[in-house]
C-alpha cells in the first residue's frame, strides 16, 4: 500500500480538522502505523479511504480521550500542611467556617456550580452537563459564587472592600 503518496494530503487534512499541527503529525503517523501493520492478505480496494477512515477514528478517539480527562475531578494528592502553629491552624478553620457560611448562604445550583469547579476541577462543559444548563449560566453561577464569597469574607472579617 503506497502510504506515503497519501501521507501529505492526510496531514493537510489533518490540520484543518484538529487545528493543531502536532495532533494532526501524530494522529497521520498513527494512522500510517496501523494501516502498515495490517496483514498482506486483507486487501483494502480503496487504500486513500481506509488511510482517512482510520486517522478520522483516531482523531475522535483523541478527542474522546481529552473530554474525559477535562471532566475527572482533581485527586486528593497534595499532603496537608503539618507544619501550621496552633494560631495559624485555629485561623485556617476559622477562614474554612467562613467560606463554608458563604457557601451556604448561596442558591443551590451555584453553591453545585462552584464546588463542581473549585473542589472537583471539573470543566464548565462537564458541569453544565451534570446540572442540565448552558457553560455560560455556570460562568454565571460561578462567577456569582465567587463574589458572594469575596463580600462576605470582606465583611465578617471588616475588611474595607476598596
Known amino acids: 500500500m503506497a502510504v506515503e ?3 501529505g494530503e492526510l496531514l493537510r487534512f489533518l490540520n484543518r480538522t484538529l487545528g493543531n499541527s502536532h495532533d494532526a503529525a ?9 494501516v502498515l501493520g495490517r496483514s498482506p492478505e486483507s ?16 482523531s475522535v478517539d483523541l478527542h474522546r480521550r481529552r473530554t474525559r480527562r477535562e471532566c475527572e ?20 478553620k476559622q477562614q474554612l467556617e467562613l467560606v463554608n457560611d458563604a457557601l451556604r448562604s448561596l442558591p443551590e445550583a451555584c453553591r453545585t456550580a462552584f464546588l463542581l469547579r473549585q473542589v472537583e476541577g471539573l470543566s464548565h462543559r462537564c458541569i453544565a452537563d451534570r446540572l442540565g444548563t448552558s457553560t455560560d449560566m455556570v460562568k454565571k453561577h460561578i462567577a456569582r459564587a465567587m463574589k458572594h464569597c469575596r463580600l462576605y469574607m470582606r465583611t465578617r472579617q471588616h475588611i474595607d472592600p476598596t
Open 5 to 7: 503518496k497519501y501521507y
Open 26 to 34: 501524530d494522529v497521520a503517523h498513527d494512522a500510517c502505523v496501523r
Open 43 to 58: 486487501a483494502v480496494e480503496q487504500p486513500r479511504a481506509f488511510l482517512f477512515k482510520t486517522a478520522v477514528n483516531l
Open 73 to 92: 475531578p482533581l485527586h486528593d494528592d497534595i499532603a496537608p500542611d503539618t507544619a501550621l502553629t496552633p494560631d495559624e491552624d485555629l485561623y485556617r
